[in-house]
């Protein structure tokens, strides 16, 4: 089973950037489909990017659409989520996870869906 590291989080002014990063071990990292899941304090985990096998297929959130960018390395065994434009509602912990697929177009968009997560990083925006 796959092990996630997340880093990169911190406190940023709104209208400011931050660069997640996910570091896998323990597994063949291309065989995952991956995302980038959030989740503030008294809320549901919420679904904010995900990314096929491959990187050939990425979805996000409506909320985050057009801001937010996921990507990855497979050569490095690592997930990144690039957050430009950053408002105080996007303040929560967030978690990588990991899901393995055969499929290398398929994307994932439930926290359910995985089969491992990190730890989580924090993020706080501040207004």
């Known amino acids: 089973q796959v092990q996630l590291v997340e880093s990169g989080g911190g406190l940023v002014q709104t209208g400011g950037s931050l660069r997640l990063s996910c570091a896998a071990s323990?597994?063949?990292?291309?065989?995952?489909?991956m995302g980038w899941f959030r989740q503030a304090p008294g809320n549901e985990h919420e679904f904010v990017g995900a990314?096929?096998?491959?990187?050939?297929?990425?979805d996000y959130g409506d909320s985050v659409k057009g801001r937010f960018t996921i990507s990855r390395d497979n050569a490095k065994n690592t997930l990144y989520l690039q957050m430009n434009s950053l408002k105080p509602e996007d303040t929560a912990v967030y978690f990588c996870?990991?899901?393995?697929?055969?499929?290398?177009?398929?994307?994932?968009?439930?926290?359910?869906?995985?089969?491992?997560w990190g730890q989580g990083t924090q993020v706080t925006v501040s207004s």
């Open positions: 996870a990991a899901r393995s697929s055969y499929s290398a177009s398929t994307l994932y968009t439930g926290w359910e869906m995985y089969n491992g």
């Open positions: 323990g597994g063949t990292f291309n065989n995952y489909a």
């Open positions: 990314i096929s096998r491959m990187g050939g297929r990425t």
